[in-house]
């Protein structure tokens, strides 16, 4: 499914695919992406309104996978 996040320590939205509690950006129509995350760090994010936090898993070659936590 796609969505929209928002990443409000970065000022910066995104275009994703969310399924169940696994997120994963794209690098293409994503380019301002931040570079710089760090695997197992928590990062805040709002999707459709609710703020949420998202551990990132892997920087796999042309996208970021995360895990939403509860």
């Not at 939205?13 to 293409?28: L, W």
């Not at 197992?40 to 949420?52: A, L, S």
């Amino acid at each position: 499914m796609k969505n929209k996040i928002y990443l409000p320590q970065f000022d910066v939205s995104a275009d994703v695919e969310i399924f169940g509690n696994k997120v994963t950006v794209r690098y293409d129509g994503n380019e301002h992406f931040p570079k710089r995350l760090k695997v197992k760090e928590q990062y805040f994010v709002v999707i459709d309104g609710k703020e949420k936090i998202m551990v990132l898993e892997r920087k796999a070659i042309g996208s970021w996978q995360f895990t939403l936590q509860s």
